[in-house]
Every structure is written in C-alpha cells, then in structure tokens.
C-alpha cells in the first residue's frame, strides 16, 4: 500500500513514463516533452489531468457526434458487458449486431440494406474494396479489378485504404502498395473556390476525369471508384455542385460500382443521416465508422445494396459466401455502444441540429476570413476549415503552432498541413460556436 494516498491519486492519473506508447499520426516526442493528457469528458468539454476544461471542437476525432459520456450509451455500455462480453459472429450470433444492422439499414436510403460490421474506417475502407472485386468476379467479369481513389483522399491506412488514396505521406514509405489504382484529380482547386459558402459553384467537369480513366484502363478492368463525398481529413474539401451525381452517371455508364466513404459524414455531420441523402447521390456501398456509436467503442460498417449481397448468396447453403471478416465484427458491446447512440440522435433530433446551426456554423466559419494568416474558409454542414498560409520552407508547422496555442485558451482544433478543420459533436450550442471562433481570431492574431 503506499503511505500517502494523496500522491497515490496523482500518479493514477499522470503516467511519468510516456515513452512506451507509440502514438498515433503524432509527433511523438514534442508531445512526450509537453503532453496534453485528457482525463476525463463530459457532453462538449474534456477536461485535462491537471483539471483544465478543453472545449472539443473535432468531436474527438470527427466521432463523438452525440458528445461524451452521454448516459443513455454509457448504461446501454455498463449493462451490455455485465450481460454478454463477447460472442462469436462466424457462424454464430447475438440479437444486437442484427437489431443494429436492422436500424442503420433502416437510416439509409432503401437501396442500401445489408449491412457488414467492422471496427474501424479503415476495416470498412478494405471491406468495401473487397467486396467491389468479388462482387465483380462472382457477376463473372474477373476481370473488373482494378480501383480508382482521388488525390486528397483519405481513407484509412490499411494497405487497400493507402492506395486509392492520395495523401504522399501516407503512400511513400509502403512499398508498392495495391497494384491496379489510380486516382482522379481533387476536387480542390482554391483559384476557382476559395472562400466558397457550402458548395463551390465551379468543378462539376472536374468528375468527367473518370471518363479519361476509363478510356486509358477500359471499363472492362475497372472494379470500383471510391471517394469521399467530402473529403475530411485533408482539410474540409468540398464537392462542387453536381460533381459527385456526374460521378454516378459515368460509373453507371460503364458498370463500375461507385462506394462512398462516409467514415466522417455519416450519422448526422451534415445534418442528414448519411452525406447520400444531403446529395441526393445513391452509391452502390457505402464505408461508415466513428459516430455510429460516437466514438464510445470501436465500430464500423459498410453498406451495400440488395444486388450486390444477392449476388454472393450462391452455392450449397452450408457454405461461407464471403471470405471476410473480423474477430470483432458486430462485438456486441460496439452493437449495444450503436444502438443507444442512434437512439440519442433520434430522441434529442441531433441530426437535424446540425442541420439548423449549419447556416450560423457557416457564418462562424467564414467570420475568419479577414484574420490574420488566412486564405480560405469553407464549411458544409458541421464541417468547417480554416486554411491559413504556410511559414515558407516549413509546412504544417504554423498550424501545428496554432493547435498548441488553442490549447491553452481551453479548446481542441484538429490540424491537417496549414488547415484547421473543425467538426463540433452535434450537440455543439452557438456560444460554443462563438467560443470556438473568438479563440481562433486570438490565436491566429498572434500566429507567428
Ligand atoms: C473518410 C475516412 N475513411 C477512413 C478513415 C479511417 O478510419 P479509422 O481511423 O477508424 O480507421 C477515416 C478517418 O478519419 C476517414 O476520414
């Protein structure tokens, strides 16, 4: 026991040790010499081990929708483990991963209604990929194997996720990756864009690239096109007005099957329950993760069309159909995590909260245009950045800077290169939309 319970307590909560966890996507040792530890959080606020409020203004890690520790999830979490720990989902099952595969069917659009559980974007980034070319060879064109990413594209970093997408750091030190991908140019073009309000008005043509790509490959090869309907963790990019529906008529056209990675805008980001219905753009699957149970417990899942499931149920019944899966797929805690989490958005209407605040978020946003350091803002539903110029010779740093320095003033930012993206749990009131931009006028102000 130790003799003073005191110093007890503070070392329970502050690790003097940090060196052991390689931490993610993290410049590991400036964070080692100045951490920021979060102890604990509730609704919009972290709060630090040495007692300091954070205002979340990324909702974690563009998850946590229905903010923290919201009660309804947190019982539906303490009672799930105490009834069913764990329960095998290959050729077994439990109510939940079925009653939850059930409700998120039932969120989206009729067409999509199978539903496979994964535990991370990137697990459904590789499931859905996996299933564009089985699909394909099960419809008898084998020969449709080749994936079609967009520069800018983030779409987790498991092998298949690197390679359609088109983030340099993310690719460079990985080999040769998939072999078979290519990309279409970003939507992002800032001479034509920037300071866009929602939608730019320009770059719908941008979609017709896939037509070049078809021409050079022959549609015959092609198994799938993947995008982000809004390109979040390269910084906010926003579709241009009809882009993404040209996207579905050339992938159409050529019977090329068109997944929608909808890790960050599905469950209410854009004040609609997937970013398919604020387009009104219908994909053959679509790859979600993070606010399905807001982040509480990891879990994804990947959507997919009557047609495409149809097309695997073949064979003798005792038969695997799909040659995938993961130990955790539909884990019933996650399941019981998902439930009550889309039970919190439908009771307290969170999706379309956002949806109201979306025009007063998008003032917020483009209130910093003016600031100092800054050279676009743009905003789609909760989804805002700030993009601000980069010290010459040192990108990324500046923001790197400014994320640092908005710590001290009590809120989190996200940064990506010299782009801050914000995406505040849908909860978010407008006096923390205030707070957010106040804090980021001063901040950038001082910006060195
Ligand atoms: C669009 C998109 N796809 C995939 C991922 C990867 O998700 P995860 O980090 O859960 O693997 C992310 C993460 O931000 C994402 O934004």
Redesign the pocket.
């Known amino acids: 026991m130790n003799a003073n319970p005191g110093q007890m307590a503070v070392a329970d909560v502050t690790p003097n040790n940090l060196e052991a966890f390689w931490m993610p996507f993290s410049a590991n040792r400036d964070f080692k010499a100045n951490p920021r530890l979060l102890q604990s959080a509730q609704d919009m606020h972290f709060t630090t081990t040495t007692g300091k409020q954070v205002l979340d203004g990324t909702a974690g890690?563009?998850c946590c929708n229905a903010g923290h520790a919201r009660p309804k999830i947190v019982e539906a979490v303490q009672k799930q483990v105490a009834e069913l720990d764990f329960a095998p989902t290959f050729n077994w099952g439990h109510p939940k991963a079925f009653e939850l595969a059930a409700r998120v069917a039932a969120l989206a659009p009729a067409p999509l209604d199978h539903v496979f559980f994964t535990n991370?974007?990137?697990?459904?980034?590789d499931t859905a990929l996996k299933i564009a070319l089985a699909y394909h060879r099960m419809k008898g064109e084998g020969t449709r194997t080749r994936l079609i990413g967009r520069e800018r594209g983030?779409?987790?970093?498991g092998f298949g996720?690197i390679s359609v997408g088109g983030i340099v750091k993310n690719r460079m030190f990985f080999g040769s990756l998939l072999t078979g991908v290519d990309h279409l140019p970003s939507t992002y073009v800032p001479a034509q864009q920037q300071f866009s309000k929602g939608q730019p008005e320009w770059g719908a043509h941008l979609a017709d690239e896939l037509e070049k790509l078809v021409t050079l490959h022959d549609a015959s090869n092609i198994a799938a096109v993947i995008v982000?309907p809004v390109a979040?963790?390269t910084g906010v990019l926003i579709p241009p007005v009809g882009y993404l529906k040209r996207l579905r008529e050339i992938t159409k056209k050529h019977g090329i099957l068109l997944i929608f990675?909808e890790?960050?805008t599905a469950y209410g980001r854009l004040g609609t329950p997937f970013a398919v219905d604020y387009f009104d753009v219908m994909p053959d699957l679509v790859?979600t993760?993070?606010g399905l149970t807001s982040g509480v417990i990891p879990m994804?899942a990947v959507l997919c069309t009557s047609e495409i499931y149809d097309a695997f149920m073949q064979g003798p019944d005792y038969a695997i159909e799909f040659f995938h899966g993961y130990t955790y797929s539909g884990h019933p805690v996650a399941a019981a995590a998902g439930l009550a989490t889309l039970d919190v958005y439908k009771e307290e209407g969170l999706f379309e909260r956002a949806a109201e605040l979306a025009p007063y978020w998008e003032d917020a946003i483009h209130s910093l245009s003016d600031a100092n350091r800054v050279i676009d803002c743009r905003n789609l539903g909760l989804m805002g950045a700030v993009e601000i110029e980069s010290i010459p010779g040192e990108p990324s740093k500046r923001a790197y800077n400014l994320m640092l320095d908005c710590f001290e003033e009590g809120l989190m930012i996200r940064t990506t290169g010299d782009i801050i993206a914000l995406s505040p749990p849908l909860i978010v009131e407008k006096s923390h939309i205030d707070q957010i931009v106040e804090t980021l006028r001063k901040c950038l102000a001082r910006a060195a």
């Open positions: 890690l563009w991370s974007g990137s697990e459904s980034v983030y779409h987790g970093t996720g982000e979040g963790s990675d890790v960050i790859t993760a993070k994804g």
